[in-house]
C-alpha cells in the first residue's frame, strides 16, 4: 500500500488508453518492480467530437474489458490502487457509468472485492452559463468566444479535472478509482504528490506515463514504469523490446502538445525549458531541471454540439477528360444537386454537400499547395450532413444519381461519369458532431466540479 | 540548396486539440539541426505561408534537446467538424518536406 514520506514514488502505466491493449508478460515485469499505483489513460479528443457528444466508447467493451481485468487482477488482491482517468475515451457521465459497469463484472466473475470510487466530470449547462455571464470564461489559443446559445447547444460539457479529486479520492479509501474527463496527466501527479513527491517531477512523470511506450524506441501500445523522486523522474519500458534513450524520452515532449516545453495543467505550469535527459542504463532514462510554477486555478471545459446527421457515398473516376475539368464539373453536379433537392422541399440552406476529392486535395482540402495535380484517377467521398436525418439522406440519394450521369464538355463515357464500388452505395453514417467548446473556467475550488462517488465492489 | 526531406528524420503532423495541428521537423544530428536552425529558414512566417494562416496564430518553437523544430498552427476546420479532411490531423506536413535550406 502506498503511503506518504516514502523516497520515490514508483508508477505503472500498462498502456496508452484503456482498450489499446499491453503484453500481459509486461505487465507481470511491472509488478515485479511493486508499483505503489497501476493506471492507465482512458481517452483523448484526438478521434474527434463524436465520442464526447455521442457517448458512445472510443474502444470497444471487450477490449476495455480485457486491459481492465488484467489491471483488476493484479492490483486488487496485492492491494495496489488501479488509478484510471478519462474512462471510456471522451470521460462524459455514459462513458464513466459503461467502464464502471465492466469493473462490477469483472468483480463478479473473478471474485474480487474492493472499494471503488467514481469522479464526475459532467458540467450542467445553466452551471455553465453563470461562470460565462460572470466573465469567468476565456477560450483557449484558436478558439472563438464562448456564447450563451453556444452553452445551450451542446450535446455534452465536460469540465477536464486537476490531481487534487484523485487524491481525494485515493485518501478516501479507493482501491479502484475511475475518473471521467481528467488532464491525461493528473492522475499520475496526483499519486506521486500524494506520496510527498513535489509537484514538478509527479506532473513530468504522469506527461511520460499517460501515453505508455510512446517514449520508447520502438513506440507501441506497451507497459511503462515511472519512478517519481523528488529531484527527477526515471522512465523504463517493461518489455525488453523496447528501451528508452534520452533522444526518444525528449522526444515524447513534442507529443500532441502545441509548445514542447510549456504545458498548462490545472492550477499550474510545467515548465520542461531546462530539462535534463541523462541515460541510467541502456533501457532507463532520468529526466531532471523540470519546474512547476502555480497559478490561478483553471479547469478546461470541452464540449460537443450536434451539427446534424451525415450520409456518404463513394465513387471514383478513370477519365482524364473529366479529371482535367474536376473543379467546374463539380460545380455542375452541386448546382444540379440544389435545384432538384429543392423540387422536393429540401433547399439548400437546409444542408451541406462537401466532395473530398482524393487525388486532388482530399487530404488537406483548401491547405494543399499542389494545385496542378497529375493522377490518372481520382476518388470522390460524397458528403451531405443535413440537421433531419432523412433531408441528409434524400439529398445524398440525388448527388449519387447526378453525378455519375451530368453531362459536361467533351464528355466520351457517356453511360457512366463515376466507378461506384458498393451495392448499396448510399452509406447513412448517423449524427456527427463538433467541439463547440475549448475554453477553461477560472474557479476557486478544484474539487467542486467533480463529484466523488463511491461503493464497495464485490 | 538541400531540401528539408533530405535533411530532416522525421517530419509529421498531430492535432495539438481540436483546434491547432502540430508540425515537428527532427533531426539525428546536432550539426544538420544546427544548420537549419542558423539558415532562418524555417520560423512561423514560413509556417504562415505554407498553411494559409495568420502569423499570430502561429506557435514556433526550436526545441534543441530532441533536435526539433515545432509549428503549431491553427485549423481551418476544427477535427472532425464539416468539412475537416483530417480528424487526427496526421497527414498535413507535406509542405514542409520541400522547403529549401541554403548550404
Known amino acids: 500500500m502506498a503511503r506518504r514520506n516514502e523516497s520515490e514514488c514508483r508508477m505503472l502505466s500498462v498502456s496508452s488508453i484503456l482498450g489499446y491493449g499491453f503484453p500481459e ?6 509488478l515485479e518492480r511493486a508499483p505503489h499505483y497501476i493506471g ?26 480485457r486491459d481492465l481485468r488484467l489491471m483488476l487482477m493484479a492490483g486488487v488482491p496485492r492491494k495496489i490502487p488501479v488509478v484510471i482517468g478519462t474512462v471510456g475515451g471522451a470521460g462524459a457521465e455514459p462513458h464513466l457509468q459503461e467502464v464502471a459497469a465492466i469493473a462490477r463484472e469483472i468483480a463478479r466473475e473473478e471474485k474480487l472485492s474492493f472499494r471503488m470510487a467514481l469522479i464526475h466530470a459532467d458540467q450542467e449547462p445553466a452551471r455553465v452559463r453563470t461562470w460565462l455571464q460572470e466573465g469567468r470564461i476565456t477560450p483557449l489559443r484558436n478558439v472563438p468566444e464562448l456564447t450563451e446559445p453556444i452553452v445551450s447547444r451542446a450535446a455534452k460539457i465536460v469540465g477536464m479535472m486537476g490531481a487534487e479529486p484523485f487524491m481525494k ?28 513527491m513535489p509537484p514538478a517531477p509527479s506532473w513530468y512523470a504522469g506527461k511520460m506515463l499517460e501515453c505508455g511506450t510512446a517514449t520508447a524506441t520502438p513506440k507501441g501500445h506497451d507497459s511503462l514504469l515511472g519512478t517519481v523522486r523528488p529531484e527527477h523522474v526515471e522512465v523504463e519500458p517493461m518489455n525488453p523490446a523496447r528501451r528508452c534513450t534520452p533522444m526518444s524520452v525528449a522526444t515524447h515532449g513534442l507529443h500532441e502538445n502545441a509548445s514542447p516545453t510549456i504545458h498548462e495543467e490545472p492550477g499550474g505550469l510545467l515548465d520542461a525549458t531546462d530539462c535534463r535527459f541523462d541515460a541510467v542504463s541502456d533501457r532507463a532514462v532520468q529526466v531532471s531541471g523540470m519546474r512547476w510554477r502555480t497559478r490561478p486555478y483553471d479547469i ?12 456518404i457515398t463513394i465513387c471514383g473516376t478513370r477519365d482524364p477528360v473529366l479529371i482535367s475539368q ?24 437546409k444542408y451541406q454537400l462537401v466532395f473530398h476529392v482524393y487525388g486532388k486535395d482530399g487530404v488537406m482540402g483548401a491547405s494543399e499547395p499542389i494545385k496542378n495535380f497529375t493522377s490518372h484517377e481520382l476518388g470522390i467521398v460524397v458528403e451531405v450532413v443535413a440537421p433531419d436525418a432523412e433531408d441528409a439522406r434524400s439529398v445524398l440519394a440525388i448527388a449519387r444519381v447526378v453525378i455519375p450521369k451530368i453531362d459536361f464538355p467533351g464528355r466520351m463515357c457517356k453511360s457512366g461519369n463515376m466507378a461506384f464500388p458498393f451495392s448499396p452505395s448510399d452509406i447513412s453514417v448517423g449524427p456527427t458532431y463538433k467541439f463547440s467548446l475549448f475554453h477553461v473556467v477560472r474557479i476557486d475550488d478544484p474539487y467542486a466540479m467533480f463529484p466523488i462517488e463511491y461503493e464497495q465492489v464485490h | 540548396m538541400a531540401k528539408l526531406k533530405d535533411l530532416a528524420k522525421v517530419c509529421k503532423s498531430k492535432n495539438a486539440g481540436p483546434f491547432e495541428v502540430t508540425i515537428d521537423v527532427m533531426f539525428d544530428k546536432r550539426e544538420t539541426y544546427d544548420k537549419v536552425v ?13 498553411y494559409n494562416v495568420n502569423v499570430k496564430d502561429v506557435l514556433y518553437t526550436p526545441y534543441p534537446a530532441a533536435l526539433a523544430l515545432k509549428g503549431t498552427i491553427p485549423r481551418h476546420v476544427s477535427a472532425g467538424d464539416v468539412g475537416d479532411t483530417d480528424v487526427y490531423g496526421a497527414q498535413q ?10 548550404d
Open chain 1, 326 to 349: 474536376i473543379d467546374s464539373y463539380l460545380q455542375s453536379v452541386r448546382d444540379d444537386v440544389a435545384m432538384r433537392s429543392s423540387n422536393m422541399g429540401v433547399s439548400p440552406e
Open chain 2, 93 to 102: 506536413h507535406a509542405p514542409l518536406l520541400d522547403v529549401e535550406i541554403p
Open chain 1, 169 to 196: 479520492a485515493l485518501d478516501g479509501g479507493a482501491d479502484v478509482v475511475l475518473a471521467a474527463r481528467a488532464s491525461d496527466a493528473a492522475s499520475w501527479a496526483a499519486c506521486a504528490m500524494r506520496m510527498g
Open chain 1, 300 to 311: 478546461k471545459l470541452e464540449g460537443a454540439e450536434c451539427v446534424g446527421y451525415r450520409a
Open chain 1, 25 to 30: 508478460a509486461s505487465l507481470k515485469a511491472g
Open chain 2, 38 to 50: 542558423e539558415s532562418g529558414v524555417i520560423n512561423a512566417e514560413l509556417f504562415a505561408r505554407l
Open chain 1, 40 to 65: 492507465v489513460d482512458g481517452g483523448s479528443t484526438d478521434p474527434g467530437p463524436y465520442y464526447l457528444g455521442s457517448g458512445e466508447c472510443l474502444n470497444s467493451r471487450k477490449a476495455m474489458k
